[in-house]
């Protein structure tokens, strides 16, 4: 008597969905082939079958995590999304910030955030320099709170507004001392001997 059971199939979105779920719970350099596997309840093979290695398989997963940070079309919202997704995943948070130094997509999401920037009014009158300037400063500073947030365990709703407050802040004193900056460099162009 044949089995009549129909025969599991596991597409691509569907191993990236499995092996995002374990990135966020150990992060991308602990997560496996194996425990992808595990977790679909397969063997190996569906999911070498789909990427070739695990280097690949991490390369969609950060893709993946990378344009669902970036779908706002807000700068400001952009990156209190992705401060969120930090302080709720810090594991894999720091393991995109390494991933991105060796990605070939990385070019391509630091062009789409400068467009971003680009189209901020508070933002405006601040060419592409000084926008890339900007955008590492507050990046650093969102690395450091997701980095301080580790040893705040287990206080994640309570550290969660405070932070974002912290970000929202932070970010217009940045603004206000690149405009500070930019005019001090202006007048001083301007004074003549």
């Given at each position: ?6 025969k ?36 190996v ?9 695990k280097?690949?398989l ?6 993946k995590v ?5 779908s706002?079309n ?8 992705v ?11 720091r ?21 971003l920037?680009?189209n901020?009014e508070?933002?405006s ?17 969102m ?18 507004q405070?932070?974002?407050t ?28």
């Amino acid at each position: 008597e044949e089995n009549d059971m129909p025969k599991k199939v596991f597409d691509q979105e569907c191993i990236l969905e499995n092996a995002l779920f374990i990135a966020k719970e150990v992060g991308l350099e602990k997560m496996s082939m194996r425990s992808v596997a595990k977790r679909m309840q397969c063997s190996v093979t569906p999911i070498y079958d789909a990427f070739e290695s695990k280097e690949d398989l991490i390369e969609a997963v950060y893709s993946k995590v990378i344009k669902e940070n970036n779908s706002s079309n807000d700068y400001f919202i952009r990156n209190k999304e992705v401060l969120l997704y930090g302080l709720k995943h810090p594991q894999l948070y720091r393991d995109i910030r390494r991933q991105s130094a060796k990605s070939q997509q990385t070019n391509l999401y630091y062009d789409e955030v400068i467009q971003l920037m680009r189209n901020q009014e508070s933002l405006s009158g601040f060419n592409d320099n000084e926008l890339e300037s900007l955008n590492f400063d507050i990046l650093i500073y969102m690395n450091g709170l997701v980095e301080r947030s580790i040893t705040e365990t287990g206080r994640f709703e309570n550290i969660q507004q405070t932070f974002v407050t912290y970000l929202e802040q932070v970010t217009e004193l940045f603004i206000l001392g690149y405009r500070t900056a930019k005019k001090m460099e202006e007048d001083t162009s301007t004074i003549q001997f």
